[in-house]
């Protein structure tokens, strides 16, 4: 498998995506040669601390990059389509059939003064001709999918838990069948419990509709439990690209390892501590020349501070881009 280009077998992939935000204070480089494909029916994971590029990159994918954001390069292909070119118009036409977003904020992303039933039908409306009526009757059919329950069709967010108001963005996601769905820290506000019914929810929903899902979070506990491959993202790359197993028991890139290693339940701390990584990550104004890591790198070397790495496959399905792996692979 190569990492260019997307091919019929995926039902999306990003091919040398470069975004950026114009500031008044510089050109921000939020995300850069951004490449990766998902297949139909995939669990995808983007994964990296917080400004990493994550949701910079989830936006991108459906052309929703908040202002002063920009895609300035590369290539976006939904379902063997490249996008990036596509009018605002015509984007308005895949989002939600063929690509949707569950954002991050439930509470924000839900508008107060409708009751959940009319924003999930007002979402079907916009895109499928249909009553009204037939429109709520399928919003009650999406209540009862996510386990919200057809009976709070006439509530209004206040009047739901967090995690259903998360369930109802999750409904709405689903309102029009997307083959592939995004879903940006859909868990990050919600206790342990509830996040649990909500990875358990995506595992149903998935042996449903064999859907592709573009899961995104800070939070590798919930990732590892839940996708088939991670992409790791350090100030606006890809890092690494492999199975999760693979990531989880044996992380090549030095930046993988720390964050495996800040994950509590994997167990791999020194005598039972948590570890974390020393650092943070870098202002994207102006990037670190070379490797983006080597300043925090415990392991960076001669190269790393002046030659970019670039990614290898080491293995099948197996990419990563540090000077160590390069070295062994050459
Ligand atoms: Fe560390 Fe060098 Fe690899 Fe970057 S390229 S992760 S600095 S060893």
Redesign the pocket.
Known sequence: MSLSSGSSEHVLAAEGLKVVYETSFGVVDAASDVTFQVKKGEFFGLAGESGCGKSTVAYSLVKEVPPPGRIVGGKIYINGRDVVPLSEDEMRKIRWKEISVIPQAAMNALNPVYTVGDQIAEAILAHEEMSKDDALARAEELLDLVGVGRQRVRSYPHELSGGQRQRVMIAMALALNPPIVIADEPTTALDVVVQAQILNLFKELRSKFNMSLIFITHDLTTMFELVDRIAVMYAGKI?EIGPTDKIVDDPL???TELLVRAVPRIGVGEKGRFEYIPGSPPNLLEPPP??R??PR?P???E???KEE?RMVEVERGRFV?????AGRTS
Do not use: S
């Open positions: 890092v890139h030095p930046y070379g490797c890591f080597h790198c392991k960076r070397f190269p790393c501070d790495p881009a540090c000077h160590l792996i």
